[in-house]
């Protein structure tokens, strides 16, 4: 079975767009200034964001589920990005050079498996996973940092 990898909703984020930094406080984010590449992984383009681009930092619910697993975790957003990534059988070429945690949920948000792979294994990885029945999703994490990057969902 194959796989589609996606990005954020960009309309999730539109409200902190312009916001001056106590706006964005108010909704415990912040502002940065891009300063280097690769570095600030954009969850909506899933691509690094480029030099001195303005990027939120912001905590996002990834796992909104009743489950054990329910989980949030800060992420990176490119300011203004509506270029959404959404694309089967493809991996964000940013992933390629990165330490990843993937953890596959079944239909209940229940935890079926979890491995760490290099970037570059990870379009085999996904393929394997999704062969069970019984995966609803994956969640891909930066191993190092523990932050969501993307969900990959299986396609037939």
Do not use: Q
């Not at 930094?21 to 280097?36: I, M």
């Not at 570095?39 to 303005?54: E, H, K, M, T, Y």
């Not at 990834?62 to 800060?74: D, E, G, I, L, Q």
């Not at 957003?77 to 953890?103: A, D, N, Y």
């Amino acid at each position: 079975m194959d796989y589609k990898i996606e990005g954020l909703d960009p309309r999730r984020f539109e409200y902190l767009w312009g916001r001056d930094d106590a706006g964005l406080a108010a909704h415990r984010a912040r502002r940065l200034r891009v300063d280097s590449e690769p570095g600030f992984p954009d969850r909506i383009s899933l691509r690094d964001a480029p030099l001195n681009a303005s990027i939120i930092l912001v905590n996002y619910e990834h796992m909104a589920v009743h489950s054990p697993y329910r989980s949030s975790h800060a992420i990176f957003v490119l300011e203004g990005c509506v270029e959404r990534f959404s694309r089967v059988g493809e991996i964000p070429p940013c992933l390629l050079g990165r330490s990843l945690s993937v953890r596959a949920f079944d239909h209940e948000a229940m935890m079926v498996t979890a491995e760490l792979v290099e970037g570059p294994s990870l379009d085999s990885c996904l393929k394997d996973i999704f062969r069970s029945k019984h995966v609803s999703h994956v969640d891909i994490h930066f191993a190092a940092a523990g932050c969501f990057f993307a969900r990959a969902t299986g396609v037939r």
